[in-house]
């Protein structure tokens, strides 16, 4: 299992990401004759020279850029091995793209970096090779973002190393150590390698992430720069989350959501006593007691928004402290909503309001809070959708309610009919309102509601809520819904 997630994280990490760029890459007339030819890249199938070349090369890169992760493994091989000869000949055209807007050669090189990488991550040994000699003849290119890139390219490939064989961890030091010397207190470099610290830690790596991690605390000692000591305080957190192995423990609750995990909730109201307390150290501890809430442990809840009351009393970041009493004002709603009715707004589709008759003998309703913005929330309520055909004849109902501005797109998602269960869309102040008193701060967010509208659960998770729906309502009378 390391070996497939470094692997993975080898692809994500790869020096720039194509996405980005080439998604930009537009060009009337190119993309349609791209699609009408062979179906793969073939060897130089594609203009060298001629007016247009530069966009028809890079009609190319999109056509593969949007749909590399459909085709099989050999064929995205065969592609990743015409798209570096691609990536040569879109290097050394004259001229510019029809869109003076978009940089070919930083496409090129992007293009380079990442077929070298895929191939060097299924195995190829001749890739690896390239994928040395094309980082190390970057290492003082005259572009800055190029010899960044192909600093992070060489720590990517000791990454991949260290996935495949275990053993020696120097390289990857070592690369890290080349990169903080190349660019020292930059924070775009800091916040790459304390993102590959990160991935580090949670493959099971701690002592690597953690040499990684205190490379760059010395790097930024010293600075001045105000965003810089902020993100300096963001690399300390993180040291002291990976000395404790919090991430491993964030797994183990997944893996055992039965357990009492007293320990974990310990861990966190340890953390709330650290002075040096930045931001995301307190961003894992809010998000540790919105778990504690799923599972009812309000008293655990409060007594750590007290102790980061205190704790936090002293900080200098005052958006911090607002965000901290923020948190701490939801929190209250929502753990103070148990047993208060609460009135249900919103219209659906047809632009009516919510009346009661719509949930009218329902023992149990769940208020889910959901938008088309948030991809999670709308995976998360396929699954709603699930659980509801499930427990409906026990005397189950879902009103998910939909927070975005623009209501087209949610109604756009049902296809013009009415959902089997309530849908509810939220567009104005008075409705938003119900929002604010439940103390719903994103989306996804869940509760449970009984037969006269009063709260039950102000807080659960998609994981707890089936096991929540045995208890109240027994076993589901749609065992195959």
Known sequence: MKTNRCLTFMIR???LSLTAAVVLCWFPGTVDSVAASTGHLQER????????????????????????????????ITDFRSLILLADDLMAAPGTASNPEIDHKAIAFQIK??????????????????????????????????????????????????????????????????????FPAELP????????????????????ALEVLRKVEADLANVEEPELKRFLLVVRDSIHLTEIGFVQMITMIQQEPDDDHSAFV?????????????????????NATRWMETRQRYDDVREIYAALGETLAG???????????????????????????IEITGQNGAGEAFDASMVEGKKVVALYFWSTEVPQSVQALQAMIQIRARFEANGYELVA????????RARGMFGGRMPPFVALFQTDETSR??????????????????EQQNVISPRLSLQTLTDKLNELLGPPANRGG
């Not at 003082?140 to 000791?158: C, G, I, Q, V």
């Not at 590959?196 to 002592?207: D, F, I, P, Y």
């Not at 309102?433 to 009984?450: A, K």
Request: proline fraction near 3%; charged fraction near 25%.
């Open 433 to 450: 309102q119900l929002q604010e008193n439940l103390g719903v701060q994103n989306v996804p967010f869940l509760l449970l509601l009984d």
């Open 401 to 408: 309610i939909c927070i975005d501005e623009d209501v087209g």
């Open 13 to 15: 990490s790869c020096a």
């Open 266 to 286: 310990q861990v966190v109201k340890n953390l709330t006593t650290r002075n040096d307390m930045g931001r995301k150290i307190y961003t894992e501890i809010i």
């Open 45 to 76: 199938e594609w203009p060298t020279e001629g007016e247009d070349a530069i966009d028809q090369m890079l009609g190319y890169a999109q056509m593969y850029n949007m749909r590399r992760m459909q085709v099989p493994p050999d064929q995205r």
């Open 189 to 208: 470099v800091a916040r790459r390698l304390l993102a590959v610290a990160e991935q580090l830690s949670q493959t099971g790596n701690k002592e690597v």
């Open 315 to 341: 900080n200098s970041d005052t958006e911090l402290l607002e965000m901290a009493a923020r948190d701490r004002e939801m929190a209250e709603k929502r753990i103070n909503s148990v047993g208060t009715k």
């Open 113 to 182: 970096a990442q077929s070298l990488v895929g191939l060097t991550a299924n195995g190829d040994p001749a890739a690896r090779t390239q994928l040395i000699e094309f980082a190390e003849a970057n290492y003082e290119h005259e572009n800055a973002d190029f010899r960044k890139s192909a600093r992070f390219l060489r720590m990517t490939l000791a990454l991949s190393d260290y996935a495949r064989d275990g053993g020696d961890t120097s390289d990857i030091t070592n690369q890290a150590d080349q990169i903080l010397t190349a």
